[in-house]
């Protein structure tokens, strides 16, 4: 993939939008067995975490359940129908019996930020996951790679980069 590079940063371009589609990576070789233990797990997480939230001290602007959820709804909220559609494409290829794919991910003006803050919300999650006074586990080491090496690739092919192959296991 190339072609990012020409485009200015987004803050000295205030024509576009943050959620103006910029560009693609291409993640290949994308394991998706993992990528369904990765959305598991979140999606564990995310269950637990609000009901924390429906509770009576677990509510500050600060704390890892509130960093999460709020960052989730943020995203939902942004890019539900993209989200929505790119899950699809996974999901029926994972259906369909396969075990990886060269997945497309259309890359936002604001990507760089939304990959950095995720990362940097899953971090605390963690730690908070490990601290032990939850059902919800930190991230397995597999999934933590995936994200890791997802994060790099979108950044990496963001700034007009090639995209490598996962180099990982299923």
């Known amino acids: 993939m190339s072609g990012l590079r020409h485009y200015a940063p987004v803050s000295q371009r205030p024509d576009v939008d943050d959620r103006a589609i910029v560009g693609e990576a291409v993640l290949r070789d994308y394991?998706?067995?993992l990528w369904a233990r990765q959305q598991e797990h979140a999606d564990?997480?995310?269950r637990e975490f609000r009901l924390l939230l429906d509770g009576a001290d677990s509510g500050t602007a600060d704390s890892p359940p509130r960093q999460l959820v709020d960052l989730a709804e943020m995203f939902s909220t942004r890019f539900g129908?993209?989200?929505d559609e790119l899950t699809s494409v996974r999901q029926a290829r994972l259906d369909a019996g396969a075990d990886r794919m060269d997945w497309r991910v259309p890359?936002?003006?604001?990507t760089p930020q939304l990959v950095r803050k995720?990362?940097?919300v899953w971090?605390?999650?963690?730690d908070y996951c490990r601290a032990g006074d939850l059902l919800a586990l930190a991230r397995p080491a597999a999934v933590v790679a995936l994200q890791t090496w997802t994060t790099a690739e979108i950044?990496?092919?963001?700034e007009g980069g090639?995209?490598?192959p996962w180099p990982g296991p299923h």
């Open 81 to 83: 129908p993209l989200i």
């Open 162 to 164: 090639a995209p490598t």
């Open 107 to 110: 890359l936002p003006a604001s």
């Open 31 to 33: 394991p998706l067995r």
């Open 155 to 158: 950044l990496t092919q963001f």
């Open 123 to 126: 971090e605390i999650v963690d």
């Open 118 to 120: 995720l990362d940097a």
């Open 44 to 46: 564990e997480v995310l």
